[in-house]
């Protein structure tokens, strides 16, 4: 009998189109004669919709409509793994053996999502409650990362919005350039480089329009590497990779359109320094408690320090995004990466 896959799209986020790419990306991959997928949608206001249209729709943003959505919830009773569908004045179930988010940023990648599914005791693909909530925290996932022994930037974490004083005083250890960024955000969404006094307030504005808490961190000499990392006990790392800059830092216009910069699968780096990232990224995976699978970002410097940067426990799931690119260069397709987390998730 096929297994019924909820996959998660769409949420209450500045990530939502982001997710509507990878979340079409894993139905189209999913091998259909072993997995019943069950297309779970979230609107932008937070709404709930089992999606029985054409998963071409998704990507489009066409997906939200009355003939092909209907109103849906997850029951909280652990022995049910079931998605009620409210119509009208009745409800149906359809039973689920696990639920693969495919969502990003707050609401779906920061363990509110994995909550949920962890007490209705449905089976998850990824990273739990704990760990989605730790490594999307930057300070607390530096500060465990720190702990374990692997090198973080320095930073200091901003509460509320300073004077022009205050913010010169809380970071005048840092030195510029510095990055100013949420403290819970993905995307690179109110980030800013800073290299000046004068730029150093607007950023930690912009920074809070995202979050209620901003941290400012300095800027590393080097460039970013990232391991894709997958299991639980046993860990597979894809191929390291190398994102190329030719100015700038790699923000959300650059993470999805590559227009002044590039990535290398392998990175083009010596392969000692490649083993040694990787036994960094399964520290890291390890001391943020993450299974399944997750994407670890580091900064190689030129004297090859690695630096941790931040772990994506739901990374761009696109045929053409990291993840999947790295586990590519080590010998693994895609439709076996998620047939392997989908594995792991049941186990």
């Known amino acids: 009998m096929k297994q019924s896959i909820a996959v998660f799209f769409g949420g209450h986020s500045?990530?939502?189109?982001?997710?509507?790419?990878?979340?079409?990306?894993?139905?189209?991959?999913?091998?259909?004669?072993?997995?019943?997928?069950?297309?779970?949608?979230?609107?932008?206001?937070?709404?709930?919709?089992?999606?029985?249209?054409n998963p071409e729709l998704i990507p489009a943003d066409a997906w939200y409509s009355p003939t092909d959505c209907t109103p849906a919830v997850l029951s909280p009773n652990r022995n049910d793994h079931t998605l009620l569908l409210l119509q009208d004045?009745?409800?149906?179930?359809?039973?689920?053996?696990?639920?693969?988010?495919?969502?990003?940023?707050?609401?779906?990648?920061?363990?509110?999502?994995?909550?949920?599914?962890?007490?209705?005791?449905?089976?998850?693909?990824?990273?739990?409650?704990?760990?989605?909530?730790?490594?999307?925290?930057?300070?607390?996932?530096?500060?465990?990362?720190?702990?374990?022994?692997?090198?973080?930037?320095?930073?200091?974490?901003?509460?509320?919005?300073?004077?022009?004083?205050?913010?010169?005083?809380?970071?005048?250890?840092?030195?510029?350039?510095?990055?100013i960024k949420p403290v819970k955000a993905g995307s690179s969404f109110g980030v800013t480089k800073v290299s000046s006094d004068s730029e150093l307030l607007p950023a930690i504005g912009e920074a809070f329009r995202y979050d209620d808490q901003v941290i400012a961190e300095e800027a590393i000499n080097g460039f970013e590497v990232g391991c894709a990392v997958l299991g639980t006990d046993r860990l597979t790392v894809g191929e390291v990779d190398e994102i190329e800059l030719s100015g700038g830092f790699f923000d959300f216009t650059e993470k999805y359109t590559l227009k002044t910069s590039s990535i290398h699968v392998p990175a083009r780096i010596k392969a000692g320094t490649a083993e040694r990232i990787k036994e960094a990224a399964k520290t890291i995976y390890k001391a943020l408690g993450c299974c399944g699978f997750a994407r670890v970002d580091m900064f190689l410097t030129p004297e090859e320090r690695i630096v941790f940067n931040e772990v994506n426990t739901i990374p761009g799931f696109t045929e053409h995004s990291r993840y999947p690119k790295m586990m590519e260069a080590a010998g693994f397709p895609f439709g076996e990466i998620l047939e392997r987390i989908l594995e792991l998730a049941m186990k």
Not at 25 to 50: C, E, H, M, R, T
Not at 99 to 124: C, K, M, S, W, Y
């Open 14 to 53: 500045s990530e939502y189109r982001i997710s509507l790419q990878s979340a079409y990306s894993v139905i189209k991959n999913l091998n259909p004669a072993k997995y019943q997928v069950i297309p779970v949608g979230i609107s932008q206001d937070g709404d709930w919709f089992y999606f029985h249209g």
């Open 89 to 179: 004045d009745r409800i149906s179930r359809i039973h689920l053996d696990a639920a693969f988010p495919v969502l990003h940023g707050r609401n779906g990648e920061d363990g509110t999502l994995q909550g949920l599914i962890e007490l209705a005791g449905i089976p998850l693909a990824g990273c739990g409650t704990l760990s989605s909530a730790l490594c999307m925290d930057k300070d607390r996932a530096h500060r465990l990362v720190q702990m374990s022994g692997i090198d973080v930037p320095k930073s200091v974490v901003i509460s509320q919005t300073p004077s022009p004083g205050q913010a010169l005083l809380l970071t005048k250890d840092i030195g510029y350039p510095m990055f």
